[in-house]
Nanobody, 122 residues
Framework: VQLQASGGGLVQAGGSLRLSCAAS????????MGWFRQAPGKEREFVAA????????YYADSVKGRFTISRDNAKNTVYLQMNSLKPEDTAVYYC????????????????WGQGTLVTVSS
């Protein structure tokens, strides 16, 4: 699975962005997909994950109620809609394909996109 993330940019606090992650390969629909982020000087952290069908979603407490993860298996794409953005959301955002185990752990993902930078100004 190859992953290509896009949609990052500069936005003011309170604004919105939608990230996309396009996947190649025939196994996309059989993989839980996740979004992670890494701020400067910090470790990569879990943001959200979506089940293979899209019917179940999981969020970090810090983004719950503001971010929405979804997927379109026909387009091999996973999305992250980010609303009410805060300066602390500034980070490089990565999409990843889950392999096994807990969805919140980076070690349980075996394919990663290249990252897209989101900058939220105050």
């Amino acid at each position: 699975v190859q992953l290509q993330a896009s949609g990052g940019g500069l936005v003011q606090a309170g604004g919105s962005l939608r990230l996309s992650c396009a996947a190649s390969g025939r196994t996309f629909s059989s993989r839980i997909m996740g979004w992670f982020r890494q701020a400067p000087g910090k470790e990569r952290e879990f943001v959200a994950a979506v089940s293979t069908s899209g019917g179940s979603t999981y969020y970090a407490d810090s983004v719950k109620g503001r971010f929405t993860i979804s997927r379109d298996n026909a387009k091999n794409t996973v999305y992250l809609q980010m609303n009410s953005l805060k300066p602390e959301d500034t980070a490089v955002y990565y999409c990843a394909a889950h392999q096994s185990g807990l969805v919140v752990l980076t070690a349980n993902y075996d394919y990663w996109g290249q990252g897209t930078l989101v900058t939220v100004s105050s």
